[in-house]
């Protein structure tokens, strides 16, 4: 794809995030005035960049330099719009989504990990992961706690701490796991959407902020209406707990993933495995019938640092 084909798109980005952002602030009376103010920034801030960088995409002697920007802003913008549509603005999750795509289609090469940066990441992955579907797991007990208790003082301090957990630990947890699953992914042989496991852990991971942001104003509705001791947590209650199992089903459809490796490679993957035996084919044919590919394990080739290009 030429990088004159890769400017309507980031365009395209450049007006939602823009629509998103005005979004954002005409939203009145916000319970987090610093989330609202920061959605607000990073919008505009987004606008800007994209926008430079989506014209000088037209220009042959900055486009390749300029495609490597972009790789990099949208990777750091995927987390950082979960972050903003805190500030009143659940479409950003799609720009989530929307980035994604981008960086799919500039086709991003990253150099790969050496081996000790490889365990850091991996272990802070591993951890902050195993932290979250622990979370997970309390949060859909305080919401059936929340939902079935007969006691206002236990109904009411569930809510209260869901609310503490969501703000101070759930949030954190769930931004750090996206981001450390980008670095191990792109960082690695396994790439982000080269095998159909890491793809669907991805989803995955975009999939839960949508609930996450849904969830967050059931707990602040129940807290307010539980501050009655004769009010009962009612429908909302029940819907919070399904969404609370919900999200744990999915962590633990991410760890099943994770350990069982299903599914083989997506078409992109197998495109790229063809191309390097091809290249590794031709390499064998040049240099008098050496060994042609040089597949390790699965197929995969030994791991080379690239630029990012």
Not at 79 to 86: D, E, I, K, R, T
Not at 138 to 145: E, F, S
Not at 164 to 183: E, N, R
């Amino acid at each position: 794809m030429t990088h004159r084909a890769q400017q309507l798109p980031q365009f395209a980005f450049a007006v939602f995030t823009a629509l998103s952002g005005l979004l954002i602030l005409l939203r009145k009376d916000h319970p987090y005035p610093v989330f609202q103010l920061t959605g607000v920034a990073g919008s505009a801030l987004g606008v800007l960049v994209v926008t430079y960088c989506a014209w000088a995409l037209g220009r042959p002697r900055t486009a390749e330099r300029t495609r490597r920007t972009l790789i990099l802003f949208h990777l750091a913008f995927i987390p950082a719009q979960f972050l903003f549509s805190f500030g009143g603005g659940p479409q950003l999750l799609a720009g989530m989504a929307f980035s994604a795509v981008l960086v799919t289609r500039l086709r991003p090469r990253f150099p790969q990990l050496s081996r000790r940066a490889r365990r850091a990441w991996l272990t802070l992955h591993v951890g902050v992961s195993v932290g979250w579907l622990g979370l997970s797991t309390a949060m859909a007990t305080l919401a059936a706690t929340g939902a079935l208790s007969d006691g206002h003082a236990v109904r009411h301090g569930a809510y209260e701490i869901m609310h503490i957990f969501d703000l101070t630990v759930v949030i954190p947890s769930m931004a750090l796991a996206v981001i450390s699953g980008l670095v191990v992914s792109l960082g690695t042989q396994w790439g982000l959407v080269k095998h159909w496991w890491v793809l669907l852990k991805f989803v995955i991971s975009l999939t839960i902020p949508v609930i996450a942001t849904v969830q967050s104003s059931w707990i602040e509705q129940l807290i307010e209406r539980t501050r009655d001791p004769a009010a009962e947590p009612g429908g909302v209650g029940l819907t919070l707990v399904l969404c609370m199992c919900c999200y744990a089903a999915l962590l633990w459809t991410a760890v099943i993933l994770s350990v069982l490796k299903p599914l083989g490679r997506t078409r992109w993957g197998r495109r790229e495995l063809a191309a390097r035996r091809r290249a590794g084919a031709r390499a064998g044919g040049d240099g008098g019938g050496g060994g042609g590919g040089g597949g390790v394990g699965d197929g995969e080739p030994a791991a080379a640092p690239v630029r990012v290009r």
